[in-house]
């Protein structure tokens, strides 16, 4: 133990406080069929093998048997619903996941959040944000804020309704204009 009197801080320990990034999921070390790093660049790298052999591989991987059985089936689910996405759905979505991991646990619940009080605003709020959030895929990431700010948006957005997007959009990847 350090002289401070204080454990070091690993990776994915219950000392690494909650602002610490999660690590990257590696696999079981020596297994050649585990995700090496993330679900993106594996399914990248794996995008001609049948979907039947890439769930194979991921069944059979120690690191994916030694989790819960609910969890499992979870990312069975997550993992075909993925791969029944169009290729543009499916790096969206995956770009999006990435950029919610890379977060500190504090970032990541507040997002969380922020998706569940957007379910329980009315709809017709509903409808005004998704297309606002539509919209603000759109801008690059270090314009959206000031856009938001904008006195169009302040007379169309509560602050509530406008923080709502702001933590939803940290995750958002840019998408050009069409």
Do not use: C
């Not at 990248?44 to 499992?72: C, I, W, Y």
């Amino acid at each position: 133990m350090p002289q401070n009197g204080q454990r070091p801080a690993y990776p994915g320990s219950p000392n690494a406080g909650p602002n610490t990034p999660r690590p990257t999921y590696n696999g079981h070390a020596g297994s050649n069929n585990a995700p090496a790093g993330h679900l993106e660049s594996w399914l990248t790298q794996h995008r001609n093998v049948p979907v039947q052999d890439k769930e194979n591989m991921l069944r059979s991987d120690p690191a994916f048997n030694n989790l819960p059985q609910g969890q499992q089936q979870r990312l069975m689910q997550q993992f075909n619903t993925v791969n029944k996405m169009p290729d543009e759905q499916r790096q969206r979505r995956l770009a999006r996941a990435e950029n919610l991991e890379r977060l500190p646990a504090e970032d990541r619940m507040r997002i969380n959040r922020s998706a569940h009080d957007w379910t329980t605003l009315p709809q017709d709020r509903q409808t005004m944000m998704k297309n606002a959030f539509r919209d603000l895929r759109s801008v690059p990431p270090d314009q959206r804020q000031t856009v938001l700010n904008s006195a169009r948006y302040q007379s169309q957005f509560t602050p509530q309704e406008r923080g709502i997007l702001t933590d939803l959009l940290r995750v958002e990847p840019y998408e050009a204009p069409r």
